[in-house]
C-alpha cells in the first residue's frame, strides 16, 4: 500500500493504515512479519512529481516548513483541477533525484512531517517516515527479469512504452513505462518486492479494492518469480455517500488530524482503541457506509468503556491467552483477520487480556 505525499490522510488513508497496523501487531504475537514500507515506492511516480513540479513552477519562493497539510492539499486540489500537462522531460530531474538521493519535494517533506505527528499520536507503529533507504534494486535488473520471463511487452526501442503482458492471463495491458521513460508506482513495488522473495516466505498485498486489477497482476508477476502471495483488497470510505479519489477533494473536516483534534473526554488511549473499533470494526473489509463522525465517537466512548471493564494480567497468563485467542482468528494465510478480531474485542467479554489489548490496539 503506497500513499503520496502530496494530501492529507483522509478517512480511507485511516482505514488502510489501522487496518495494516491491527494485522502486522497481532500476527506478530503468533507468526514472523515484516511490513515492507518505502517512501520511495511512492515518491518515484509521475503523481508525485508532476505535482512536485507544479509547486516549483506556481511557487517557486514559498516556504513550505510551516505549511498545514490542508494547504498543501488545497494545491493538489487546484494542480487537478487545471489539469496541467508538464513537460514529460522536466520530470527527468525530479525523478533522477528522488530514486539516486532520496530526495522529496520541501512540501512533500512537510506532509510526512504532519502525517508523523499524527500517526505518532493515532499509535500507529513506525512506517519509516522519517527515513529514506534506497530501493532493494534498480529498474533495469527488474526489467531485464521480467523480460527473461517474458512477462513484458516492449515497445521502446520504436519510441513506445513497456508494458506487463496481462493477456496472458486474461487480464488487461499495464503500461509499466511510459513512452517518455517514467515509471508507473508498480515499478517501484517490483523493485522493492522481488529481490525479497525467498522460499517459505508469503507475500501479503494489502491494497485499495479500486486497484484491484493492478494487484490481481502484481500478485501473478511476483507468483512468476517464485512468491507465495495473497492479497487483503481494502474498500474506500464514501464521504457523504460519494466515494472519490483524494485528488477531487470533499475531504474537509475529516482528515486524520480533523479527527484528532475532535474535542471530547476520551484519553489518548481511548482515542487510539476506539479509531480501531470504528475503522476496523464497524467499517468491515467491504463496508460501503460512509464515514459517520457521531459513530466514531460512540466508538471512543465504548473504548474507555472496554479499557476500564478490562481487568489487568499477569504476564505469563497473557502470554498463553493473546496466543491462543489470535491463533483462533488466524486467516488460511496466516496473517490475523483485523476484522474477526475487532469483532470479538467488541463483544460483551474481553477477547483479548489487558495488556494484549493494548499492544495491538494502541
Excluded: C
Excluded at 66 to 84: A, C, M, P, Q, V
Excluded at 117 to 144: C, K, N, Q, W
Excluded at 183 to 205: A, Q, T
Excluded at 287 to 312: C, I, K, N, W, Y
Aim: proline content about 6%.
Amino acid at each position: 500500500m503506497t500513499i503520496t505525499p502530496t494530501k492529507p490522510l483522509t478517512p480511507t488513508h485511516v482505514k488502510g493504515l489501522l487496518w495494516t497496523d491491527i494485522l502486522v501487531k497481532a500476527s506478530a504475537a503468533v507468526t514472523g512479519v515484516r511490513l515492507v514500507w518505502n517512501n520511495r515506492m511512492a515518491t518515484l511516480t509521475t503523481q508525485s512529481t508532476a505535482f512536485w513540479h507544479y509547486l516549483d513552477l506556481t511557487e517557486p519562493d514559498t516556504d513550505w516548513s510551516g505549511e498545514s497539510e490542508t494547504g498543501i492539499g488545497e494545491r493538489y486540489l487546484r494542480y487537478h483541477t487545471e489539469r496541467r500537462e508538464p513537460d514529460p522531460r522536466a520530470l527527468d530531474s525530479y525523478l533522477a533525484r528522488a530514486d539516486q538521493d532520496g530526495w522529496i519535494h520541501p512540501a512533500s517533506r512537510r506532509m510526512l512531517e504532519l502525517w508523523r505527528a499524527e500517526l505518532d499520536l493515532l499509535g500507529v507503529g513506525d512506517l519509516g517516515l522519517a527515513e529514506d533507504r534506497p530501493l532493494a534494486t534498480a529498474t533495469r535488473p527488474v526489467i531485464g527479469a521480467l523480460a527473461e520471463r517474458g512477462l513484458i511487452i516492449d515497445h521502446r526501442r520504436f519510441g513506445g512504452p513497456l508494458y506487463l503482458d496481462g493477456p496472458r492471463w486474461g487480464m488487461p495491458l499495464r503500461q509499466l513505462i511510459s513512452s517518455e521513460g517514467h515509471p508507473n508506482y508498480l515499478v517501484p513495488i517490483l523493485r522493492e518486492l522481488v529481490p525479497l522473495i525467498r522460499p517459505g516466505r508469503m507475500f501479503l498485498l494489502i491494497h485499495d479494492d479500486e486497484l484491484t486489477a493492478d494487484y490481481l497482476l502484481l500478485k501473478r508477476v511476483l507468483t512468476e518469480f517464485g512468491a507465495a502471495v495473497t492479497r487483503l483488497g481494502l474498500s474506500r470510505v464514501p464521504l457523504n455517500g460519494t466515494v472519490r479519489s483524494s485528488r477531487y477533494g470533499g475531504w474537509k473536516g475529516t482528515t486524520l488530524s480533523d479527527l484528532s483534534a475532535t474535542s471530547g473526554s476520551a484519553d489518548r488511549t481511548a482515542y487510539r482503541l476506539g479509531m480501531r473499533l470504528y475503522f476496523a470494526g464497524v467499517l468491515h473489509r467491504r463496508s460501503a457506509q460512509s464515514f459517520r463522525m457521531d459513530l466514531l465517537r460512540r466508538s471512543v466512548g465504548r473504548a474507555a468503556r472496554l479499557l476500564e471493564r478490562t481487568p489487568d494480567d499477569p504476564a505469563d497468563l497473557a502470554g498463553q491467552q493473546v496466543m491462543t485467542a489470535l491463533s483462533r482468528l488466524q486467516d488460511r494465510s496466516g496473517y490475523v483477520d483485523p476484522y474477526r478480531l475487532t469483532a470479538s474485542v467488541m463483544g460483551e467479554r474481553a477477547a483479548l487480556p489487558a495488556s494484549a489489548l493494548r499492544a495491538v490496539y494502541t
